[in-house]
């Protein structure tokens, strides 16, 4: 990974100049642990069934389905959020920072089941962004288009009714947006037609790389076992027969 010289910040304590050089290689292994585990997540095609098993049978974005089913995406998260009834903060974030190659998280919050989005937005992120996914814990508009157009989103429903195009105060709202931010910005999404997980940033690391080869490895010997050997499902996966089988 190639590192420019405004990587390097300088703190000046006690009278003495310190590099964070740890941090710099943390910063380092940390986005070297997710682009090898997006890559083999795409690579393999390891559902979110599988990804959410390795993080204990949890990380599902609770609410959220895909419009087109068949699609399949994996990539860092780009958190979004529109509020109180308005998608303001979502023109206006995706303005401030264009992204590409991103799987764009639109959070809604305090919108009323009102449609985050429609299609307008969605070809803009997805087409002329260059983003490989939506997902919105809001609803959708648009709907007879997004589906024509086949795009890949994952989203909480549908309505005719959106939000308003203005200004909003958010000064109530400061913490929450701040505290859900700090968890899905950075982190990876996994977008199947069993819905989304989200692999939080703390998991990105090549401990978690592992459980992803393990599992992969586990559903192959337990297939292998139903299929071939010809073994209940209570022997496979309860008992886990062939862990003393000499026959495999």
Known sequence: MQCRQDCFYWRYRKGETQI???KLQEAGKEMESKEKIIEYITKNRVSTTEVADCLGKTGVVENVFPLNRGH???GEVQYLYAIQDSNWTVHEDLDAEPVSGKV???DAIDVHNR???GDLVSKYILLYMGNKAVVCTGRMRDAHCLIKENYPIWCN???PVGCFNQPVDKSGFHEIIEERKGFF???IAVCDDSGVVIIPKDFVTEDFYGKLLQIELQEDIWYDCIDRKKWSTYRTVCLKDYLQSDEM
Do not use: E
Request: hydrophobic fraction near 60%; charged fraction near 0%; glycine fraction near 12%.
């Open 20 to 22: 964070s050089i740890n």
């Open 72 to 74: 399949f995406a994996v």
């Open 104 to 106: 764009i998280f639109i």
């Open 115 to 117: 449609a985050v989005i």
């Open 157 to 159: 429903g549908v309505s």
């Open 185 to 187: 910005q950075g982190s």
